[in-house]
């Protein structure tokens, strides 16, 4: 449904800090990046290493102190139409009903309110929630309220989708369905999609590369291709190899 | 129309073989008196001690009379005509200030809510009017504007603006920043932020304003009318007691308990068109 090409992320020496108690603290150094249009880059790292700090900086929330972001060749300076945030919590509004919420970014850009409710209902469906379009998000289990932040963010038909930690609040068997949700959706969608993640498995599971950013501050960001064949089976044993491989890169193993 | 429900209502044993209609009905009944009288009981069984124990003689009739008397004088007051001047006179001054505290209020909160250099410059002031009396001021109102209606309306007015004004300034600062956030994520303007996240998400608390000051302002309408008045429920209440018209007098207390709870029925009833998502109201 989603654009067929562009997409394309190019990351030129970003830097960012910030000042915490007075003295500035280095977030992220000189990162060189390019994301492939339609690939599903996986950001994983140490708490504090930037992770959020960096899809951020993707969405347009806040701006790099150096460096920069490109889409498609042209510089980012702040959120655009092209890109849509999942973020860890839904974010619902609360006042609107599931069908109004996943609407809510057309309506926002301006579409018509029948209109942007007829793309929504679509989206509403992809995600499982069709019987539920009419209900308020308190009703709403964690999984549901997230498939429905899922369904407001595809509904734009971004080019670029940025997740930060977007499962990471569910409880580990709704993950698993959402997972391969997540892998269903971007398959159909053809959309590029970063995302960032704690979860070793999951990161396997989903991407096409791994980053993992640096433990140490000045220590380098890697990348890990996952070459295995989708529909991934966790349980295979070349699987299992890649999350050693991890776990070796984070000193855990 | 009534036929046909029943007829429906009696298939249901037959297919899940459960209670009959006949069993079931007196247990609807009897759950729906336990109901009521869980609700009610205690005001009947306080309106009943009271009937008893003026018409035995047990407290002085004079001074509480019996419920039924009351009636009468509520009837012939309002049959009569001589309490619905009253009662078109206090709803004037009291809708009159409401409407004026509500258009003034609302915006304003809005506004300071969402501008802290406007808060900031207007919190000091608003704290030292807020935290003085409001009938403290009436007789300096009088003295400003003369014993008429206007300061009578000004003074309700002044009384029911703070608890409206607060209580709006706290609903949109109460507002999640991350839902604004995720609005301008979809390219929200200002603007639109404010119309599709600020607003809607200040409405219950806007709405708790709107309660106390209904309830401030027939509080303040009885006190302004028993001073400098020769119309209204408060004046009334004073003057009825002055003349020992005592049915009379507690005729127009009932009045007054009345106009509260209207009010109060009529903005829950709104609250609950206009916050439906919210978790059910009280
Ligand atoms: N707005 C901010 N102000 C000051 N420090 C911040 C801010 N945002 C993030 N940081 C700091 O930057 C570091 C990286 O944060 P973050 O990107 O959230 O890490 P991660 O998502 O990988 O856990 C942390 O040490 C955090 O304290
Ligand atoms: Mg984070």
């Known amino acids: ?253 | 129309m009534s036929l046909q429900h029943i007829e429906q209502r009696v298939t249901i044993p037959a297919h899940g073989g459960g209670t009959s209609l006949g069993a079931d009905f007196p247990r609807l009944a009897s759950r729906a008196v336990v109901r009521f009288l869980s609700r009610y009981g205690i005001l009947i069984a306080f309106l009943a001690t009271w009937q008893v124990s003026s018409s035995a003689g047990w407290v002085n009739a004079a001074v509480l009379p019996p419920i039924d008397t009351i009636v009468t004088a509520l009837w012939n007051g309002l049959a009569g005509g001589t309490l619905l001047g009253d009662i078109a006179i206090s709803l004037q001054r009291a809708g009159l200030a409401f409407a004026a505290a509500v258009a003034v209020a609302i915006p304003l909160g809005l506004f300071m809510g969402q501008v802290r250099a406007v808060e900031t410059a207007l919190d000091p002031i608003l704290q030292v009017f807020r935290q003085t009396s409001a009938l403290a001021l009436y007789p300096v109102f009088i003295l400003l504007l003369g014993l008429g209606e206007a300061s009578k309306v000004f003074v309700i007015f002044w009384a029911t603006l703070f608890p409206l004004l607060l209580n709006t300034i706290s609903g949109v600062k109460q507002v999640d920043p991350k839902l604004l956030e995720m609005a301008r994520v979809y390219g929200a303007t200002r603007l639109t932020a404010f119309r599709r996240v600020v607003l809607p998400g200040a409405v219950p608390s806007i709405f708790v304003g709107l309660r106390l000051s209904a309830t401030t302002a027939l509080l303040l309408l009885i006190a302004s009318e028993m001073i400098g008045a020769n119309k209204g429920i408060g004046f009334q209440v004073m003057n009825a007691q002055y003349n020992f018209q005592i049915p009379l007098m507690f005729a127009a207390i009932v009045i007054l308990a009345g106009l509260g709870l209207i009010a109060n029925q009529a903005l829950v009833s709104l609250q609950r068109r206009l916050c439906r998502w919210s978790s059910p109201i009280d």
């Open chain 1, 1 to 253: 449904m989603a654009s067929t090409s562009g997409g394309e992320v190019t990351i030129r020496d970003l830097s960012k800090s910030f000042t915490l108690g007075g003295r500035p603290l280095a977030v992220l150094r000189a990162l060189n990046l390019d994301i492939r249009s339609g690939e599903c880059l996986v950001i994983v790292g140490a708490s504090g290493s930037g992770k959020t700090t960096l899809l951020r900086i993707l969405a347009g929330l806040e701006a790099a102190d150096s460096g920069g972001v490109a889409i498609d060749g042209s510089p980012v300076h702040g959120v655009g139409a092209e890109r849509a945030v999942i973020f860890q919590e839904p974010r619902l509004l609360p006042w609107l009903t599931v069908l109004g919420n996943v609407a809510f970014g057309l309506e926002v850009r301006g579409m018509p309110k029948a209109e942007a409710e007829d793309k929504a209902r679509f989206y509403t469906a992809l995600v499982g929630l069709a019987e539920f379009s009419d209900a308020y998000p308190r009703q709403l289990s964690g999984g549901m309220a997230q498939r429905v932040g899922i369904a407001r963010a595809l509904t734009v038909q971004p080019e670029i989708l940025l997740l930060d930690e977007p499962l990471g609040a569910l409880d580990a068997m709704t993950k698993i369905g959402m997972q391969e949700e997540l892998a269903r959706i971007w398959s159909e969608e053809n959309v590029t999609m970063v995302m960032v993640t704690h979860d070793l498995e999951e990161a396997i599971y989903l991407a096409d590369r791994v980053l993992i950013l640096p433990r140490e501050k000045g220590g380098t960001a890697r990348l890990v291709e996952v070459e295995l064949p989708r529909p991934r089976d966790r349980s295979e044993s070349r699987f299992v190899r890649y999350r050693e491989e991890l776990l070796r890169e984070f000193g855990l193993h």
